[in-house]
Structure formats: structure tokens, C-alpha cells
């Protein structure tokens, strides 16, 4: 099952001495379930883990680089940094998915190159990195790979929700506020969809649905931001 780890090795100069925990970094759940008798972990403990070093190191970095920002900046621009997609993005820089240890029927559905599989092992990874080599070189990878996003992330606005978003370009564009109304609600109570409706002025400018208000109303501004042309 070990894998050739060398040119990753290469890339984030990152060695390894028990290749056996660096394995176990890439092992999906979805590879137990075809080889029970077999005593194998899958790469979660790891994922819970390098999610803890990760936010760990990006809160340092946000604090010491911006002394005079508030708490509600630096807590999204740490959403932004540790969020999925922008994890998996660098997972495929890495070639992350080619290392992945999988089931024979999620090898078929693609799960090489799945966001949220390709995020998880990059968190397994990390975690995996701080487990054979301790903190420091872990921040530094992360800080290298990770953290040298930042500015980059701030300035396309990708640390604002798409609420943020959509209410920053109505404001500079259409001097107005916008806002929701609900417009559809089904569902028993421990099921509900709502259909939510972004407003500007007058104007319903789209529609999203979610299993909350909250999250229909994100979802209506990520589509009105589309249908504005403002993404």
C-alpha cells in the first residue's frame, strides 16, 4: 500500500521518516469498507487533527500580521484561509489526489479529485506533518502552501460570504441596501426548505432555497450576485 513519496517530499520539503504515518494521511474511509479484516485507519483522526494545527497557525499569523484588525476580520479572512475549496485548490497543486488510497467504487465516481476529499487529505497531511516533525515545521508548511494565499484572497474578496458581497456591490453600485423576503416554506418542522427572494429596491433580483432562512438567503445572494454580473 506505501507509496512513492519522494517527489512530494521534494516539493514541500517536508521528509518523512515513518512512511507508515504518511500513508495513513491518505487513506479514505471508503477503502475500509473493502478491507475490514484488514487492521487499517482511515485518515479521519488525522483530518481532526490537522485542522486544530492548521487553525492554530493561521490565527497566529492573522494576529501578528494584523495588530489593528478586529475580531470579526481576522475570524473571516481564517474562514477563507481553511475553507474547502480553497484547501482542495491547493491539494491539486500539491497532486494530493494521486497518493489517495481509495475504494474500488469511489476510485470510479472520481473521488481523486473530489474538493472535499482532496481538502480532508491536505488536513490528514498536515496533520501527519506535525505528528512526525512537530509544530514548527508544520506552521511553516502551512504558513509556505497556505497562509501566502492570504492577501491574494482579500483582495478578490473571498473572504466575504456572499451576503457580504452582495450588499458591498449594492451599496457602491445601487446606493441601497438590499433585501429577503421569504417567499416559499415546506416541509415538516425537522425537515424545512424556504425559498428566499434577494430584493433591490423593488426589484426580486433571484431566488435561493435552503434547509434554514439563513441559508437560503445566502444562496438567493450567490445567485443575485451571478445574475447581476457582479461575480
Known amino acids: 500500500m506505501l507509496n512513492d513519496y519522494k517527489n512530494l517530499e521534494k516539493v514541500t520539503k517536508v521528509k518523512f521518516k515513518d512512511h507508515d504515518l504518511l500513508t495513513k494521511a491518505f487513506i479514505h474511509k471508503s477503502y475500509l469498507n ?12 488525522l483530518e481532526f487533527l490537522g485542522d486544530a494545527v492548521l487553525e492554530l497557525a493561521a490565527t497566529r499569523h492573522l494576529y501578528e500580521k494584523y495588530p489593528n484588525q478586529d475580531e470579526g476580520d481576522m475570524t473571516s479572512y481564517r474562514s477563507a484561509l481553511v475553507k474547502g475549496k480553497h484547501l482542495a485548490e491547493i491539494s491539486i497543486e500539491l497532486e494530493l489526489g ?8 469511489e476510485e470510479k465516481s472520481g473521488g481523486r479529485s473530489k474538493n472535499y476529499i482532496l481538502a480532508n487529505a491536505l ?4 496533520g501527519a506533518i506535525y505528528l512526525q516533525n512537530g509544530y514548527a515545521i508544520a506552521e511553516k508548511f502551512i504558513d509556505k502552501f497556505i497562509l501566502k494565499r492570504l492577501d491574494e484572497i482579500i483582495e478578490k474578496g473571498h473572504h466575504l460570504d456572499a451576503k457580504s458581497q452582495f450588499q458591498e456591490f449594492c451599496q457602491e453600485k445601487e ?4 433585501y429577503y423576503e421569504v417567499m416559499e416554506e415546506s416541509g415538516p ?30 444562496d438567493a445572494a450567490k445567485n443575485a450576485l451571478k445574475a447581476k454580473g457582479w461575480t
Open 175 to 178: 446606493d441601497f441596501t438590499p
Open 34 to 45: 473493502e478491507h475490514r479484516n484488514e487492521n487499517i485507519e482511515s485518515n479521519e483522526r
Open 98 to 105: 494521486k497518493y489517495l488510497i481509495l475504494s474500488n467504487g
Open 123 to 126: 488536513e490528514a497531511y498536515i
Open 189 to 218: 418542522d425537522h425537515n424545512k426548505n424556504f425559498v428566499m427572494g434577494a430584493y433591490i429596491k423593488t426589484d426580486l433580483i433571484a431566488k435561493g432555497q435552503g434547509s434554514s432562512k439563513q441559508k437560503a438567503e445566502e
